[in-house]
């Protein structure tokens, strides 16, 4: 094998950074359309709804309880409030799965050794937890799995869009505001 440090990282760095972005874009989108919901239900001025949803503390998992929660009272369509169940789930996981990768100990870079292996493995990270038992040290994601996880943060994206889309069609103009 190659000294470590002659190894190319950059698909590692790449598959780590594109699903930070990625998962990011979720609570933007959530925090748009929810302002977009707001703005269909007679909030005049753009900045009060975007000045609250930018609180930093408000979690991707918070927004998309709150868009779902939204779109339950507006619209009583079963398609939107599984679709908006579904936005909800694949949000938490994917919560989880973004804080592991950035929070975890990556054993990349042309500083690190892997003591004995003739190859790189496919894993090349931990990720320490403490537990009332102790440590529990869990595996982080291989690129194929990031890779994965890049398509789901994307597919939510849709979903979000899309069951905007659901309300926008389900809500009668004569109860919008005018």
């Not at 929810?34 to 979690?59: F, H, M, P, R």
Request: with cysteine; charged share 25%; proline share 2%.
């Amino acid at each position: 094998m190659a000294e470590m440090r002659d190894i190319d990282w950059s698909e590692h760095y790449l598959a780590i950074g594109t699903f930070v972005v990625e998962f990011e874009k979720i609570a933007t989108r959530l925090r748009f359309c929810y302002n977009c919901v707001l703005q269909t239900q007679g909030l005049k001025v753009w900045d009060l709804g975007a000045n609250l949803l930018s609180i930093v503390t408000i979690s991707p998992e918070s927004l998309a309880v709150a868009y779902g929660s939204a779109m339950k009272i507006l619209s009583n369509d079963t398609e939107l409030g599984t679709l908006t169940d579904d936005i909800y789930k694949c949000t938490k996981v994917l919560a989880e799965r973004r804080n592991e990768i950035v929070h975890g100990e990556w054993r990349i870079g042309p500083e690190m050794v892997i003591v004995g292996a003739d190859e790189l493995p496919s894993r090349v990270g931990i990720k320490r937890k403490s537990t009332r038992a102790g440590q529990r040290v869990t595996q982080l994601a291989t690129i194929d799995e990031i890779s994965q996880h890049i398509a789901e943060a994307r597919a939510v994206v849709r979903m979000i869009d899309h069951a905007f889309y659901l309300l926008l069609v389900s809500i009668d103009p004569s109860d919008a505001q005018q």
